[in-house]
């Protein structure tokens, strides 16, 4: 049996790290995602099992063929990683001007990127899911990548961070509704990795000890998606079947399942219950 794997922003990066260690395997028939075609190319050529798609995630027409034909050809869909994601300028959003009114924030791409494009990621993957193979039920997983960012406020990339922490809010209003279509999703909350991502701007403001590798996330990755209990660093145990609706914080070797805030109140907590249904 063939699993089948979908990972958008797969041509460099944590995306292309999970794709190999998933290639080495040898189970998993991958699928990456990313608008490059040379990288997307280069990419698949060091894989052994993984096809290439031309995808710009902002486009829904573009993800969404592009599901289609994955699911088409190979009938099943059992792990998607929407791991598409780009930097944020340092200098975008604290920009002083001598004109009344300011010209609007350069945010070209970042939010239609790292959130919008998230967001239809997770939708389609909800969608082909439910119309995978019915033994596939309560294996099928959604990760998220999401950021520290997306847990603690982040001066130098306000604008990043607030998408990162709208993925960690949307995972935990759709996990426990869409475990009842027999889908596990979570999101993983890296710290400071060293990707193409960390631009020699964002590396002036974090020094080296606190970088981690790819590896570190890709080995939380895999754990989640291995279907088996996962204890975090401090000891932490969640069996398999409850697996869902988590943000998990990875620093460094360690990791960490991050809880929602304490309820206040009564009044929160009740809110709080009509809330999620």
């Known amino acids: 049996m063939v699993l089948v794997a979908l ?18 395997t040898g189970l998993w028939r991958i699928h990456i995602i990313g608008s490059n075609p040379n990288r997307g190319k280069e990419a698949a050529a060091t894989l052994k099992n993984a096809i290439f798609h031309q995808v710009d995630v902002t486009k829904y027409e573009q993800q969404g ?19 598409a994601g780009i930097a944020e300028d340092t200098t975008m959003f604290f920009a002083k001007h001598d004109t009344g009114i300011p010209p609007p924030p350069d945010m070209t791409g970042l939010t239609d990127i790292n959130f919008t ?10 969608h082909y899911f439910r119309r995978s193979p019915e033994e596939t039920k309560g294996s099928r997983h959604l990760i998220i990548m999401s950021s520290i960012g997306g847990l603690y406020p ?20 759709v996990g426990k509704r869409l475990l009842d279509d027999g889908v596990k999703v979570n999101a993983v909350c890296p710290g400071v990795v ?3 991502l960390m631009t020699p701007e964002l590396q002036a403001f974090f020094p080296e000890k606190i970088l981690m590798s790819m590896g570190d996330v890709t080995n939380v990755v895999l754990k989640l998606i ?40 009564e009044e929160t907590q009740l809110t709080h219950q009509y809330m999620m249904g």
């Open 7 to 24: 990972i958008t922003g797969g041509t460099s990066g944590m995306g292309l790290d999970v794709a190999q260690e998933l290639d080495k």
């Open 194 to 196: 060293r990707t193409p």
């Open 65 to 83: 063929a592009a599901f289609d034909k994955i699911f088409n050809e190979e009938k099943r869909l059992d792990f998607v990683l929407a791991n």
């Open 226 to 265: 291995s279907g088996n209990e996962v204890t975090d660093s401090k000891g932490t145990s969640v069996p398999g079947d409850q697996l869902h609706s988590r943000a998990i914080l990875v620093s460094g070797k360690k990791y960490h399942f991050v809880d929602m805030p304490e309820y206040f109140d």
């Open 154 to 173: 982040c001066v130098h990339t306000p604008v990043y961070s607030a998408t990162k922490h709208g993925l960690v809010g949307f995972t935990r209003s």
């Open 117 to 126: 494009g998230a967001i239809y990621t997770s939708y389609l993957a909800m």
